[in-house]
């Protein structure tokens, strides 16, 4: 079985570049497979390979750079792996949004674990954005969810410009894994929006904690590897969501 594991972190890499060598060199010791992106706002990554490795990986990671120690992740598992290379790539941003200045090492929105998740969307004066593309939107959301019609990321802030006027109104926002919202979340704290929440752990984090019979989210979450998506016990659906 393989492990495949997806992370992220916001924190200050300056010299990001001389970390790539030593962080490449460990993944194909490892017999990773995966792609890590570095920039200088910090690191963002799935990758998958034995299970044993990978936590070897997460382990040897933070001795390369203790600011990479203690990595949170969200695990799930496949029969054959989901990706054909290991990959290390320098960015501009670890999650692209082409606004400067926005960090969310800054400050983002309130974090809302998963068991209270259902609570606060069920809120009649919370509005609630996917903070995804339209085509992950469309494979499945939560109930009751915006789209904000976008196919790139770096398209929220017009969406937030057009759309979102009312900046006492509690906004709360959600995505696969988290590392959209945080940059969301930070943008529209930026702005000056006061009461704007984000789901702890992203879609990924929902489904392994909360039971399939309790779940508010409908339908596959959409993943940028060979899978496609994962259904609500993160497996891949027998249906394609692309059939």
Not at 2 to 30: C, H, N, T
Not at 70 to 85: I, Y
Not at 109 to 128: A, C, F, K, S
Not at 135 to 159: L, N, S
């Amino acid at each position: 079985m393989i492990r495949i594991s997806a992370f992220y972190r916001f924190v200050s890499l300056p010299e990001y570049k001389e970390l790539k060598p030593q962080i490449e060199a460990l993944g194909q010791e490892l017999g990773l497979l995966g792609t890590i992106l570095l920039a200088e706002e910090g690191i963002n990554s799935t990758l998958c390979g034995d299970p044993e490795k990978v936590g070897e990986f997460f382990v040897r990671i933070g001795e390369i750079d203790e600011r990479l120690a203690n990595l949170e992740f969200k695990d799930s598992f496949a029969p054959e792996a989901p990706f054909h290379r290991w990959k290390v790539k320098l960015k501009k941003e670890i999650v692209t949004m082409k606004v400067p200045g926005v960090s969310p090492n800054n400050g983002v929105g309130t974090y809302i674990p998963p068991e209270e998740w259902n609570d606060l969307i069920q809120r009649d004066d919370v509005m609630l954005i996917d903070c995804r593309n339209t085509y992950e939107f469309t494979d499945g959301t939560f109930r009751g969810a915006v789209d904000p019609k976008t196919m790139e990321f770096h398209e929220f802030p017009a969406y937030v410009e057009s759309e979102l006027k009312d900046k006492k109104k509690p906004i709360a926002m959600f995505c696969t894994g988290g590392i959209r919202c945080e940059k969301s979340t930070a943008y529209l704290k930026q702005l000056g929006f006061e009461e704007v929440y984000h789901l702890q752990g992203g879609i990924l984090k929902y489904l392994e904690e909360i039971p399939e019979d309790q779940s508010l989210f409908d339908g596959n979450c959409f993943i940028f590897d060979d899978r496609r998506a994962v259904d609500h016990n993160l497996k891949e659906p027998e249906e394609s969501p692309l059939s």
